[in-house]
């Protein structure tokens, strides 16, 4: 029989805002329609969305992905899932080969029980200068054969890995990332618009938080942010806290990148957990008033977002449509992964729904049909 929720459909497509009704049998969507369902039983709901998908996280509920933690590492997922996430890649900090090679080897039963999509290696590839909260001790070069190797230790569970490109070994190192299946996504880098451009050729196709640890977008020198803001094969992700990026900056990119833009959270263990002292890999750090810094130098330390607070953003601070929002949040990062079967409310889609009330605030979490 199933269930059928009645209210306000955002599909994912980016068309605004309807009247609907979303059928669900089992762990699909088996109908929608507009107006008002038969169904006498239909669940009334506020805005209905298709669930967020996040490919950038480190972690939540005071659970790190880093951790090798199971307890952790279920903690930090479920913390998302409360907040609309319903697929996720989990994001490893730069380390050395054996911490990394522990740390993947933690998380791979979680991707092959489908609680997490994929594994995110963030690091150690990037540049020492832009390494943000990445611990500099553990900082190389992408050895080519390094690179391999780690790939192989994901066994095709690594989903996505970002490079700096400007580093030896780098063009040739993102070719093999994308023969090997994953993203090769470009961040936390010193390159110039050229050696940006270089990458993609190579394959990149992702931009690890946009602006975020890279040199600035000048008029006269485009600068990373050009080079991949500009070039229609990139997704940009974009950290929309109201910290890491001016709103009016959220806007601007979004509306350059209109359809390819990515809302991350790059949540670290705060996340869903409030104030205190943290960890991210082996460095302190201090979160207040929901900022994240590290406590040595003061640069940011990945965010305390949950998807619904990044979509209330981008709305409220930033100024974004709701449906260009909704499709940064669920539909474009669900295209990044290749997943097909979610991201948007269609018949045949997997059931990831979030009910939303209106002040975006979350009501309920649909994840393949169950009830979070
Ligand atoms: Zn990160």
């Given at each position: 029989m199933g269930v059928t929720l009645s209210g306000e459909l955002l599909r994912?497509?980016?068309?605004?805002?309807?009247?609907?009704?979303v059928r669900i049998e089992g762990e699909h969507i088996a109908e929608v329609g507009v107006g008002r369902p038969d169904d006498a039983l239909a669940i009334p709901a506020g805005l209905i969305v298709p669930g967020f998908v996040d490919i950038h996280c480190h972690g939540g509920g005071r659970g790190e992905f880093?951790?090798?933690?199971?307890?952790?590492?279920?903690?930090?997922?479920?913390?998302?899932?409360?907040?609309?996430?319903?697929?996720?890649?989990?994001?490893?900090?730069s380390a050395t080969y054996d911490d990394l090679e522990r740390q993947i080897r933690a998380l791979l039963p979680f991707v092959d029980d489908g609680t997490l999509h994929?594994?995110?290696?963030?690091?150690?590839?990037?540049?020492?200068?832009?390494?943000?909260?990445?611990?500099?001790?553990?900082?190389?070069?992408?050895?080519?054969?390094?690179?391999?190797?780690?790939l192989e230790v994901g066994e095709g569970r690594i989903a996505m890995v970002t490079i700096a490109p400007e580093l030896p070994g780098a063009i040739e190192s993102i070719r093999r990332v994308v023969a090997f299946g994953a993203r090769a996504a470009v961040g936390?880098?010193?390159?110039?618009?050229?050696?940006?451009?270089?990458?993609?050729?190579?394959g990149a196709t992702v931009a690890t938080h946009l602006f975020n640890a890279m040199p600035?977008?000048?008029?006269?020198?485009?600068?990373?942010?050009?080079?991949?803001?500009?070039?229609?094969?990139?997704?940009?992700?974009?950290?929309?806290?109201?910290?890491?990026?001016?709103?009016?900056?959220?806007?601007?990119?979004?509306?350059?990148?209109?359809?390819?833009g990515v809302l991350v959270t790059d949540a670290m263990a705060a996340a869903g957990a409030g104030d205190g002292d943290y960890r991210i890999g082996?460095?302190?750090?201090?979160?207040?008033?929901?900022?994240a810094r590290l406590a040595s130098s003061g640069s940011l330390a990945g965010s305390t977002l949950t998807m619904d607070r990044a979509l209330r953003r981008t709305v409220s601070l930033a100024g974004r449509p709701l449906a260009g929002a909704v499709r940064a949040a669920s539909t474009t990062p669900?295209?990044?992964l290749g997943l097909t079967d979610r991201g948007v409310i269609e018949v045949g889609k997997r059931a990831d729904l979030v009910l939303l009330d209106e002040d975006l605030d979350v009501d309920r979490v649909?994840?393949?049909?169950?009830?979070?």
């Amino acid at each position: 029989m199933g269930v059928t929720l009645s209210g306000e459909l955002l599909r994912g497509d980016g068309t605004p805002a309807q009247r609907g009704w979303v059928r669900i049998e089992g762990e699909h969507i088996a109908e929608v329609g507009v107006g008002r369902p038969d169904d006498a039983l239909a669940i009334p709901a506020g805005l209905i969305v298709p669930g967020f998908v996040d490919i950038h996280c480190h972690g939540g509920g005071r659970g790190e992905f880093t951790s090798a933690n199971p307890e952790q590492i279920d903690r930090a997922v479920f913390t998302h899932r409360r907040h609309g996430t319903t697929t996720m890649n989990a994001s490893l900090v730069s380390a050395t080969y054996d911490d990394l090679e522990r740390q993947i080897r933690a998380l791979l039963p979680f991707v092959d029980d489908g609680t997490l999509h994929g594994i995110h290696l963030e690091g150690p590839w990037i540049s020492e200068r832009y390494c943000g909260a990445h611990d500099p001790a553990t900082l190389r070069p992408p050895e080519p054969d390094e690179v391999s190797r780690i790939l192989e230790v994901g066994e095709g569970r690594i989903a996505m890995v970002t490079i700096a490109p400007e580093l030896p070994g780098a063009i040739e190192s993102i070719r093999r990332v994308v023969a090997f299946g994953a993203r090769a996504a470009v961040g936390h880098t010193a390159a110039d618009a050229d050696i940006t451009r270089a990458a993609i050729d190579a394959g990149a196709t992702v931009a690890t938080h946009l602006f975020n640890a890279m040199p600035p977008l000048l008029h006269r020198a485009a600068g990373p942010v050009g080079a991949l803001l500009s070039d229609e094969r990139i997704w940009p992700e974009i950290i929309a806290d109201g910290v890491h990026v001016e709103p009016d900056v959220v806007d601007l990119a979004l509306a350059a990148a209109e359809g390819r833009g990515v809302l991350v959270t790059d949540a670290m263990a705060a996340a869903g957990a409030g104030d205190g002292d943290y960890r991210i890999g082996d460095l302190d750090v201090r979160v207040r008033d929901g900022v994240a810094r590290l406590a040595s130098s003061g640069s940011l330390a990945g965010s305390t977002l949950t998807m619904d607070r990044a979509l209330r953003r981008t709305v409220s601070l930033a100024g974004r449509p709701l449906a260009g929002a909704v499709r940064a949040a669920s539909t474009t990062p669900a295209a990044v992964l290749g997943l097909t079967d979610r991201g948007v409310i269609e018949v045949g889609k997997r059931a990831d729904l979030v009910l939303l009330d209106e002040d975006l605030d979350v009501d309920r979490v649909m994840r393949a049909g169950e009830w979070i």
